[in-house]
């Protein structure tokens, strides 16, 4: 599932640097929690929290039904 999700962040990411953020990819759990690291402008942007379960997760769990939250780490 890890390459899944690798290849759904390449997707989201473009949005993400646009307003001078990124995203990585930590870790992928067994029960579907993606933990992913905020960078840039995203890292401390007081919107980070609605980006990633609005936008990042909303369109994760969209792509691949297996995910089943998102977290930051």
């Given at each position: 599932m890890r390459e899944k999700v690798e290849a759904?962040?390449?997707r989201i990411r473009p949005a993400l640097q646009a307003d001078g953020g990124d995203i990585d990819l930590v870790d992928?759990?067994?029960d579907?929690?993606?933990k992913v690291?905020?960078?840039g402008s995203c890292a401390?942007?007081?919107m980070s929290q609605m980006t990633l379960t609005h936008y990042v997760e909303q369109t994760l769990k969209e792509m691949i039904p297996e995910v089943k939250m998102v977290q930051a780490v």
């Open positions: 759904a962040l390449a992928v759990t067994e579907g929690v993606v690291t905020l960078r401390g942007c007081p």
